[in-house]
């Protein structure tokens, strides 16, 4: 009777078996024949390829559905059972584990590709819920080269298994995966996740592997695994072979022994010799088990960020609480302005962004996990989810790509009992407020007696300790002569226990003018007293200057050189402002013709109380517009030139919208979408600027839309016209299914269609009204239309 | 074969330039030069290729062994007894970059100067193609009457999957965006 791996992982080193792929060559698979189709036909053949892995000394053989899942294979079930049963067989009697093995879906996911993040779950979870009926002893998730399909395959396992998880990524020589995460993120999302093991398999062979197995062991407290290919893949003489033998590789296996590596076999290339030759070679070394790292560390999907090291800026202004403007756009559903914000502080130097989307009339749930997607599709920064309904955090920390701040939970037991088993779920580190039923004690005592109170409960939940800052909560002085002192007593006193600290900073100077004065000096107080995380506007000088100068005063900044640069960039600015004095445009038709777009929004500005909204609109805008689209229609302009004109038009646009809410409107309504199938949308953004320039109001689907959803926003916003773009002839079909069921769903629409694979007769063959060869032609085609219609 | 190439050192041709532009003018547009610049600096180029043997007739082509109808590649490979198949991309980091566009002026101009750069990659990996005799053009899927689908058999054919970690969209697009897979025939006889 074999031990349950959770019981023998972390107490002596273990062996992995190697590549199963050209051993199967080598035992009949067929030329294009996928090894998971040798299983079905000839299962005897894999279980034999098991046995001589068993045989070289492997403790753990991994079954032969890499490429199974059912996107793949409709019958993938009668796979996975061919698959457990030839390992199951070859295990028998020999105390061996039997790892499933789980690859990559094949798609990637979205933003980067096409397939949705939660269908990338159900994919996984369709083969994992019969790992253990049929016999496997561990969960391994394998060559994954994105850290999103990771988290996927993670989730689909802890909700369909209650087997150990094992994690295995593909690195190339810059310590990287493909899709950007560095070794210490994808180790603090893994182990937030609750991973038994995490490692590398698979990419460039071992000696370029070392340093990211070095790396994986620094950051890891679980186990690490290393299973790296037998050296770079060539074809010599039509057969594939790796430059690494296996005494050679038998070597970096002593090596990686000796650096910690828990789990060591092989992956492409390697056989049951060189995991013999690995075993034989590791087995003088003593195992060194893992040692508990306990630091506070979250994620984005590119890199980690310790809090703990240096003082971390959280960006506060993705936050509707005061900010009209922003209120306005989450309730529009418009997220530019929150992309915007997102990426102005990551510039100003913030290091992670709060991100709360808490309005009582809008859909928090809905609107938080589209805000996460899309701040995660631009900005790399690792984000601060901040609601206080526990299903808003749920939703957002699950598909959040890697491992997040969440923000918060606080003493009660309603909060504790929903935040905390989120945390356990999910991985994060989460803000603890010392407060409870009864409010924020006033003592430093009291707030202490709570953050212990938060930590029996963090421990009893099973969540590490060190995923728990505390914010000792900050009360305006305003209010009392005391509040900023017992803050920063209490901040103190938190350290001194070991404990992390955080703090919404701007709430010290509520009700108080210059709030910035009172801000940052607190800030460096703060941050003397121990700080180590900070909620502040990047925006405001005052708050970035003083961190920025506490960095350099305490040893922080190598050579103030942080400091200096923050210097001569604000010099910078302020010369090109100087430089841009002389103003040569004096008129807003020349700015948008010229496509000067600060000189359009200051003309705009200056001319709207004057003239008024529609002479504006009416005798500068559009005249400009029309000219530079006459110019390019006669090849005197360029699309660079169109779209600056444009770029210009809407910038003035929106200060007119400003001084007189509607003007801009020109009462027609445009859907614009990229058919299903097609992820490009440059061409489509362009025509949704010019319509956009003519003061149409435009809604815009996006790209890979179904026809369904075409059909429902033209139906539900009454628009007149309707323009569809598709880039690739694969998507042709789609384009014809699109314009087939609008035609029969909303027959009074005119649409127009575009795109570099559509042609005037192809528009006229899928029963279009309109093609519009490029973005002018769009608008001018729709302008026909609509007189006509009238 | 598996490479990796310095994005920083790509040279953009002025043609190419011009016409993915659509401008007429060789001074650079507002901004250009900043977009190139973080672009190069976005990208993760890379590229591999195998070396396949090749047979042509009636209007098809075997491929190591892979049988590809398609008139136009049978004639770019009419007198090659071999082939390079060739993957070639600049990575995630630019899909990133492009979607960090925050204006549609520089999203048109970080696209059309990473096709540039993806077309200045290519170039790259088939100057370091070992070969002793030489090479035709690139010919890449959808060009003509090759299949959109061939791609995937060099994407595979390559290792171009687990190598640069590219894959295919529900509708058969690549990712990464910038990815090209192509052919190139080996002529008979020496440089």
Known sequence: ?790 | MWERIDARRLHIDPAERRARLGCGSAEPLVGENECAEMLKGAADAAFCATRVPVSVGNGAVSLGGELIESESLSRVLSGCDEAYLLAVTLGFGIDRALMRATDTYGAFLADAISDCLIEAAADEACSRLECKELLTNRFSPGYADLDLSVGRYIISATGADRLLGVRFTHSGLMTPKKTVSAIVGIKRGRK
Request: aromatic content about 6%; overall charge negative; proline content about 5%.
């Open chain 1, 1 to 790: 009777m074999k031990k349950d791996l959770r019981e023998v992982l972390g107490t002596r080193r273990l062996i992995c078996d190697g590549g199963m792929g050209s051993l199967l060559v080598e035992r009949g698979l067929r030329a294009g024949e996928a090894p998971e189709n040798m299983g079905m036909r000839a299962p005897e053949v894999i279980e034999s390829v098991h046995r001589a892995y068993i045989e070289a000394g492997a403790d753990i053989i991994t079954t032969n559905t890499f490429g199974v899942n059912s996107l793949k294979y409709p019958d993938y079930i009668d796979y996975l059972e061919a698959a457990l049963g030839a390992a199951r067989r070859a295990a028998s009697g020999t105390g061996a584990y039997i790892a499933f093995d789980v690859g990559p879906t094949g798609r990637m996911l979205k933003p980067l590709g096409d397939l949705d993040f939660e269908d990338a779950v159900s994919v996984f979870a369709d083969s994992i819920k019969h790992a253990e009926e049929l016999g496997a002893d561990l969960i391994l998730i394998e060559t994954m080269t994105d850290m999103y399909e990771t988290k996927a395959a993670v989730l689909a396992a802890r909700e369909n298994s209650t087997l150990p998880i094992f994690v295995s990524n593909v690195y190339d020589e810059s310590g990287k995966m493909m899709t950007g995460a560095t070794p210490e993120a994808m180790v603090a999302m893994l182990e937030g996740l609750g991973v038994a093991a995490v490692g590398l398999n698979c990419s460039l062979g071992p000696s370029r592997a070392l340093p990211v197995l070095g790396r994986l062991i620094d950051a890891a407290s679980v186990p690490v695994i290393f299973n790296p290919n037998a050296g770079v893949p060539e074809v010599k003489d039509g057969k594939t072979v790796y430059n690494v033998g296996a005494d050679e590789y038998a070597e970096y296996m002593l090596r990686a022994a000796e650096m910690g590596a828990s789990v060591i076999g092989g992956c492409c290339g390697t056989t049951p010799g060189y995991i013999g030759a690995s075993v034989a070679k590791s087995a003088k070394i003593p195992y060194t088990p893992p040692v508990l790292k306990g630091k506070t560390v979250v994620s984005s999907y590119t890199h980690a960020l310790v809090i703990g090291e240096a003082p971390v800026v959280v960006g506060e202004r993705i936050n509707p609480t005061g900010k009209p403007k922003l209120k306005a756009a989450l309730r529009e559903g418009n997220l530019s302005y929150v992309l915007g914000e997102a990426l102005s502080q990551v510039d100003e130097g913030a290091d992670a962004l709060d991100v709360n989307f808490g309005l009582p009339d809008i859909d928090e749930v809905a609107m938080m996990r589209r805000g996460i997607f899309e701040i995660q599709s631009v900005c790399d920064a690792p984000l601060q989810i901040d609601s206080a309904r526990p299903e808003v955090l749920e939703a957002a920390m699950r598909i959040y790509n890697g491992k997040p701040l969440v923000n918060s939970v606080c003493a009660s037991a309603e909060s504790l009992s929903s935040v905390l088993p989120l945390v356990k779920k999910y991985g994060g580190v989460v803000i603890a407020l010392t407060m409870d039923e009864n409010g924020i004690p006033d003592t430093v005592d009291g707030r202490v007696a709570i953050a212990e109170r938060i930590m029996e409960c963090v421990r009893m939940y099973g969540v590490r300790e060190c995923d728990v800052v505390f914010d000792p909560l900050c009360l305006t002085v305003a209010s009392g002569d005391n509040n900023a002192r017992v803050t920063l007593d209490t901040v103190r006193a938190l350290k001194e226990r070991g404990y992390k600290c955080s703090l919404g900073v701007s709430n010290v100077s509520f009700g108080l003018p210059e709030r910035d004065v009172i801000n940052s000096a607190f800030y460096t107080v703060a941050l003397s007293a121990g700080l180590d995380l900070a909620i502040i506007n990047p925006h405001s000088a005052a708050m970035m200057n003083a961190h920025r100068a506490y960095m350099a005063l305490s040893g922080r900044d190598a050579a103030c050189s942080d400091y200096v640069a923050r210097v001569i960039k604000l010099g910078a600015t302020d010369a090109s402002v100087r430089s841009q004095a002389p103003l040569t445009i004096t008129t807003l038709r020349v700015a948008v013709e010229k496509g000067m777009r600060e000189d359009a929004v200051r003309l705009a500005r200056e001319a709207v109380p004057e003239k008024g909204a529609l002479d504006l609109i009416n005798g500068e805008i559009i005249p400009a517009l029309d000219a530079v689209g006459l110019a390019f229609e006669g090849g005197r302009a360029y699309l660079p030139q169109l779209l600056m004109a444009a770029e210009a038009a809407s910038a003035a646009f929106e200060v007119i919208k400003e001084c007189v809410p509607g003007a801009t409107d020109n009462g027609h309504t445009v859907v614009l979408a990229t058919v299903k199938g097609d992820i490009h949308d440059i061409g489509k953004n362009i025509v949704k600027l010019l319509f956009e320039s003519y003061g149409y109001k435009v809604l815009d689907l996006g790209r890979d839309v179904p026809a369904e959803r075409v059909a429902d926003a033209v139906r539900e916003s009454g628009a007149e016209i309707l323009g569809l773009s598709a880039l690739m002839t694969t998507t042709v079909g789609s384009m014809a299914d699109t314009v087939r069921l609008v035609k029969r769903e909303c027959p009074r629409v005119k649409i127009i269609v575009g795109g570099a694979v559509m042609t005037e007769s192809l528009a006229r063959d899928i029963g279009a009204d309109g093609y519009a060869p490029d973005a002018i032609g769009g608008v001018k085609v729709a302008a026909d239309m609509l007189a006509f219609g009238k």
